[in-house]
Every structure is written in C-alpha cells, then in structure tokens.
C-alpha cells in the first residue's frame, strides 16, 4: 500500500516557500518591493493635479509595461510581478490622464474662484 500525498494548508504552504517563485527568491522580493511605486501612486492620487511630473509618469508607464512583457515571457512565469505592475500602470495612466486633463483640459472651464466681499 502506498502512502497518499498530504494535503491540506501545511504541505501547500511549504511547496510555495520552496517553489521557484517563492520567498526564498527575487522572484517574490521583487515584486513585494515593486508595491511601494503602487501605493505611491495611489497616495498621489489624491494631491493636486499640479504637481504631477508628465516626463516622470510617462516613463513610469513605460516601466510597468516593460515590465509587465517581461514578468510573462520569463520562466517560471512571475504573476506577483505582472500583477504588480498591471496595478502600476492603471495607476499611473490614472496619473497622466489628471496630468493631461490640467495642462491640456478644456480651456472653457474656468477654475473655481473664490467671491471676494
């Protein structure tokens, strides 16, 4: 009789530690690090449209995408990495479209004004 491989949450735990992709490596550090240009952005969302840098969000969209290409074509495939920059790139095209929509936006829109007494 042979003996069944284990289940449950323990032995998957433990193939994901070991996996190629797995804490042990920079396939997972990477990616972990690679958030804090997520939250970044995220937290820069809510400042004024003014102090967007259209050069730097420009190439921020370029290195997600690069990266993006290159999380899917290595091997093993680094998903954490993709998803990382997939949420990166949604973030900054999000960025560069208040950026636009402030230097560029409809100029009959006037700003609102405060009404002096």
Not at 52 to 57: D, E, F, R
């Amino acid at each position: 009789m042979s003996a069944k491989p284990a289940t449950g949450l323990v032995p998957q735990l433990q193939a994901f530690i070991n996996s190629p992709t797995g804490p042990k490596t920079t396939h997972f550090w990477g990616p972990v690090a690679n958030w804090g240009f997520v939250l970044a952005g995220l937290s820069d969302s809510q400042k004024s449209p003014e102090l967007i840098s259209g050069n730097m969000t420009g190439v921020m969209c370029v290195y997600s995408a690069l990266f993006m290409r290159f999380a899917w074509e290595i091997n093993p495939r680094n998903y954490l990495l993709l998803a990382c920059h997939a949420a990166n790139e949604t973030v900054q095209l999000n960025q560069l479209r208040r950026w636009y929509g402030y230097h560029y936006g409809d100029p009959t829109k006037e700003t609102p004004q405060v009404a002096s007494a």
